[in-house]
C-alpha cells in the first residue's frame, strides 16, 4: 500500500491538474480520497491480518467485509476517474520541449531562452540581425521593472543588451526606442551597435499620449484625452444612449436597467485632440479635435513618407443609435481629412502599405467576436474584404515589398475572453497575397501551449520571427523563427 501511495504521491507532484485554473483545490481533492483509500485498505488488510491469523473471524461478519470491500472499490474508482479526467501531467519545460518539436514541424526554430518575457522583434535592414525587447531575470520568479532593448544575430547567437527603453523601430541603420519613468516618456536613438545614443524628446506622460515620430525623426504626433460634461450608455442591444451631465450624477437614474442586465457598459464621454510638433518641441500645431475617443483612442500614425496621418474615430447613427469607429486619413497639417470607412460596427488597427498606397484595417460590424481583414485604397477607393472568418482575424503587418500581408487567426473567440480554453482549438498564423489570395498557413498551434504573440518578417520576406507566450506561464515568452514559403510552395488554403 505504501508503494502505492508513493506512486500517486509522485504524480500528484509532476503537476496533474496543470492546466486546471485551481490545480491546488484539484490536487487537495485527490489526496483526500487518497487517505481515505488508504484507511479504508488499511482497514480491510488489518481484518484481513485478523482472519488469516485465528484461521477465524470473530470481530468481522461477511457483511462488514463486504461494505469493507466496497468502500474500497469506490474510493479507487473515484480516484482513477479523478485522474484520467485530468490533463496529461505535463510541466513547463517538457511543455516547451514540446513546442519546440511541433514548430519544428514548420522548420522553425528556438531563438531565446531568457526566463523573461522577449517581445516586439523587429529586423535590421541588412537582415543580419532581430532586435527586441527582453525583460532580465533579477532572481528566482523575480523580473526587472525595467525593459531592455536588445539585438541578435538572425540565428539567435550574440545577443546583445543595448539599452533600457522599449518599443524600437529601424530607421535605415539607426534604432528609435522609447524609455518611461513615473513622469515622462522620452524618445531616444542610437546606432545598431549601441554607439551615438542620444535623446530625441522627453514628453510628460500626462499629457502626451500616443507619441510617434515620423519616418525621419524630425516630427511627432501624439493625442491629448479630456471628459466632457456628458455621458454614454451602451446598451446589450448595440444602440448607445447619450445625455448631458456627468455619469456620476445620473448613474442612479439608470439603476432598474443596470439590474435587468440590459446595459452593457457607461461612463461619461471622452474626447481627443491630435497634435503636430517638431521634435525640439516647437512648432505645435492642433491638426484634429473634438474626436470620441471613449472606446478608441485615435492612435494615429504616420504614413512611410510623413506626408499623411491615420487615424480612428467614433460617431453614432443618428437613426439607428449604434456607434461606428471608421477609419480616416489627412495630411500632416490636418488638411483633407477624409473619411476611408463608412460601415456599421468597428473599423480599427489600420496598418499603411510600405508605398503608403493601400490600407488594411480589421473590421468587425458590431460583433466583438468576428473581425476579418479588409483592405481599401489611401484615397478611399476599391475597399475590399481580404479574409472570412467565423471568430478574429488579426493583422500582423505587411511584408516590406507590400505585395503580401501577414494576420492571426483563432479558432474561437473564447480563447480572449475566458482562460477556460477548449485544447482542441488553435491560434494559427497565415500570409496572403495583398488581395487576399494565395492564403498559406505558416504556424498552428494548440491553445494548451499558448498564445502566438507579435510576428516580424525579414526584409527578403523568407523568415519571420515570432514572438510565443506559454499558457502556463505568461511572464515567459521566446523569440522563434520560422520560414517564409514562396508563395503556392508550401501551405494549405483558407
Not at 221 to 229: E, K, L, M, N, W
Not at 313 to 326: A, K, R, V
Not at 388 to 398: A, H, K
Not at 414 to 432: A, F, G, L, Q
Request: with cysteine.
Amino acid at each position: 500500500m505504501i508503494w502505492t501511495l508513493t506512486i500517486l504521491e509522485t504524480l500528484l507532484d509532476v503537476g496533474f491538474g496543470f492546466y486546471l485554473r485551481k490545480p491546488e483545490f484539484i490536487e487537495l481533492i485527490v489526496k483526500l480520497m487518497l487517505a481515505s483509500s488508504c484507511a479504508g485498505v488499511g482497514a480491510l488488510s488489518g481484518y484481513i491480518g485478523t482472519i488469516s491469523l485465528q484461521g477465524v473471524t470473530t470481530n468481522t461478519t461477511p457483511k462488514k467485509l463486504l461494505a469493507l470491500i466496497v468502500l474500497f472499490v469506490l474510493s479507487s474508482g473515484l480516484i482513477i476517474i479523478s485522474l484520467l479526467m485530468l490533463p496529461s501531467p505535463v510541466k513547463h519545460d517538457i511543455m516547451q520541449s514540446e513546442l519546440e518539436d511541433l514548430i519544428l514541424q514548420y522548420n522553425g526554430t528556438r531563438l531565446t531562452t531568457n526566463p523573461g518575457p522577449d517581445e516586439d522583434p523587429g529586423w535590421s535592414t541588412d537582415g543580419k540581425k532581430i532586435i527586441f525587447v527582453l525583460r532580465p531575470d533579477v532572481g528566482p520568479g523575480r523580473l526587472s521593472s525595467d525593459s531592455v532593448v536588445a539585438v541578435m544575430d538572425a540565428d539567435g547567437s550574440n545577443l546583445t543588451q543595448l539599452a533600457h527603453g522599449s518599443h524600437p523601430v529601424v530607421y535605415a541603420d539607426k534604432i528609435v526606442f522609447k524609455y518611461r519613468n513615473h513622469s515622462n516618456i522620452e524618445f531616444w536613438i542610437m546606432d545598431m551597435d549601441a554607439g551615438n545614443k542620444k535623446k530625441v524628446i522627453s514628453l510628460d506622460r500626462a499629457h502626451y499620449s500616443s507619441p510617434t515620430l515620423n519616418h525621419d525623426g524630425a516630427k511627432i504626433c501624439y493625442v491629448t484625452h479630456y471628459a466632457s460634461d456628458s455621458y454614454g450608455v451602451w446598451w446589450k442591444n448595440g444602440t448607445v444612449t447619450r445625455g448631458q451631465g456627468t455619469w456620476e450624477r445620473v448613474e442612479s437614474e439608470y439603476e432598474p436597467e443596470w439590474l435587468s442586465g440590459t446595459i452593457l457598459c457607461a461612463g461619461s464621454l471622452m474626447y481627443s485632440d491630435i497634435w503636430v510638433m517638431d521634435v525640439d518641441g516647437s512648432n505645435t500645431t492642433n491638426i484634429a479635435s473634438g474626436l470620441d475617443s471613449t472606446n478608441s483612442s485615435p492612435r494615429p500614425i504616420w504614413s512611410p513618407d510623413g506626408n499623411t496621418i491615420v487615424y480612428s474615430n467614433s460617431t453614432l447613427l443618428p437613426g439607428t443609435h449604434s456607434e461606428n469607429i471608421d477609419i480616416w486619413i489627412m495630411d500632416a497639417d490636418g488638411r483633407n481629412k477624409t473619411q476611408l470607412t463608412n460601415d456599421s460596427g468597428y473599423n480599427v488597427n489600420p496598418v499603411i502599405s510600405p508605398d503608403g498606397g493601400k490600407i488594411i484595417y480589421m473590421s468587425g460590424y458590431s460583433n466583438r467576436d468576428n473581425h476579418d481583414i479588409w483592405v481599401v485604397n489611401s484615397d478611399g477607393s476599391n475597399k475590399k474584404r481580404l479574409t472570412s472568418s467565423p471568430t478574429i482575424d488579426f493583422i500582423r503587418g505587411w511584408s516590406v515589398d507590400g505585395k503580401r500581408i501577414v494576420y492571426k487567426t483563432l479558432s474561437t473567440s473564447e480563447y480572449i475572453y475566458t482562460k477556460e480554453y477548449n485544447y482542441d482549438e488553435e491560434s494559427e498564423i497565415w500570409i496572403m497575397e495583398s488581395d487576399g489570395s494565395h492564403k498559406e498557413l505558416l504556424l498552428s498551434v494548440p491553445y494548451a501551449y499558448g498564445t502566438i504573440g507579435s510576428t516580424a518578417m525579414s526584409p527578403d520576406g523568407s523568415k519571420m520571427a515570432v514572438v510565443f507566450d506559454f499558457y502556463k506561464n505568461y511572464r515567459n515568452s521566446d523569440i522563434y523563427l520560422i520560414d517564409v514559403p514562396v508563395p503556392g510552395i508550401r501551405g494549405i488554403a483558407s
